[in-house]
Nanobody
Framework: QVQLVESGGGLVQAGGSLTLSCAASGRTVSSYAMGWFRQAPGKEREFVTAISKSGGNTHYADSVKGRFTISRVNAKNTVYLQMNSLKPEDTAVYYC???????????????WGQGTQVTVSS
């Protein structure tokens, strides 16, 4: 079992940056591939990015490639999402997730955080 808590969301102007953190407790985060998903009002939860257990492999949605960077510090049991050049369409609740394998679909993840709101104003 692992518990995930996201932080770092907020309101930012278009073109700005935010860094989200996902702190894990319980089983060490190094046991899991980690992903970030987001869900905008009225829309389904969508994949943003994911990172392998060691951090050696990453995968990004086309919509965020080149703007967002996922990283992890297993010694701190924390995963990060650096978001640059933010756009209004990035507005959503962002969720951290943990699972056995790096993947881009929600069923591949077993544990989820409660989410943190990111709002990008135009």
């Amino acid at each position: 079992q692992v518990q995930l808590v996201e932080s770092g969301g907020g309101l930012v102007q278009a073109g700005g940056s935010l860094t989200l953190s996902c702190a894990a407790s319980g089983r060490t985060v190094s046991s899991y591939a980690m992903g970030w998903f987001r869900q905008a009002p009225g829309k389904e939860r969508e994949f943003v990015t994911a990172i392998s257990k060691s951090g050696g492999n990453t995968h990004y949605a086309d919509s965020v490639k080149g703007r967002f960077t996922i990283s992890r510090v297993n010694a701190k049991n924390t995963v990060y999402l650096q978001m640059n050049s933010l756009k209004p369409e990035d507005t959503a609740v962002y969720y951290c997730a943990a699972g056995p394998f790096l993947g881009a679909t929600t069923p591949m993840y077993d544990y989820w955080g409660q989410g943190t709101q990111v709002t990008v104003s135009s």
